[in-house]
């Protein structure tokens, strides 16, 4: 009995130290995937989100959830803060896979002042994702 209470504080200490390990290792490659970069570039490559923000100085990391299942199909879900020269505010994209390949789908782009505009998607034969 004695023992376990001296132990107890050592126990405790690691397990919250693994559970922040856990999450940060989900946000990271959550932030690391495949649409999640796609959702990011497409912003950076809006000319509504240039004319708005600015130049894009900063995106923070990507938060929300992917779902696939087998045939090919998912979809996605993101949300990135970001900091331009005229203004921030918070991204938010919709992805949907089909047939294997990742598809961005619709976003808007909600600055700080409340204001919220359409980040429509990037026109057809433009890349979606920045080379490796």
């Known amino acids: ?4 209470k001296k132990y107890w504080p050592i126990f405790l200490v690691a397990s919250l130290l693994g559970t922040a390990l856990l999450v940060v ?25 240039h004319e708005v923000l600015g130049d894009i100085e900063k995106t923070g ?4 959830s992917v779902k696939t299942s087998g045939g090919g199909v998912g979809s996605a879900n993101f949300q990135v ?12 994209a919709s992805l949907y896979k089909r047939n294997g390949a990742w598809v961005y789908d619709s976003g808007s782009l909600r600055l700080s002042d409340g204001r919220s505009f359409p980040i429509p998607p990037p026109p057809p034969g433009s890349h979606p994702l920045p080379p490796r």
């Open 25 to 49: 290792a989900i946000i990271y490659f959550l932030s690391q995937s495949e649409p999640a970069k796609m959702a990011v570039h497409v912003l950076r490559g809006s000319p509504i989100a």
């Open 1 to 4: 009995m004695d023992r376990a």
């Open 81 to 92: 803060s970001v900091r331009g020269s005229l203004a921030e505010g918070t991204f938010y």
């Open 61 to 64: 990391w990507p938060s929300g």
